[in-house]
C-alpha cells in the first residue's frame, strides 16, 4: 500500500504528458461495467486543453458509467486507462 500511494504523487499527467509520448489514442476500460473505448487524444486536448491531468479526466470519463451512479461521492466506475498500468486502479 505504501508503494501505491507512493506512485500515486507521480499519478498527474497530464495530457500534455500523452502527446510527448506520442500516444494518440488513450483506451479506456472499466472492469465494472462493459465500457471500453478510445478517445483521440488530440480531441480530448481539444476539448479539455492540454493541461487537464487524467486524474480529473478518469472522474469525467467515469461519471456517466452506470456503476458510478450508485456511489457516494467517490467514483465506483473501475475506469482506467490501461495504457498506464495499474495507475488508475481502484
Ligand atoms: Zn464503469
Redesign the pocket.
Known sequence: MVAAAVRLVKLVLMLADLEAKGVTRLTVA?D??P?RGAYRVARLVKQHGRDFDLVRLRLRL?AD?P??RTGQGTPR???RFPQLPDLFRT
Open positions: 472499466c465494472r461495467c465500457r467515469a458509467c456503476a458510478y466506475c473501475g475506469a
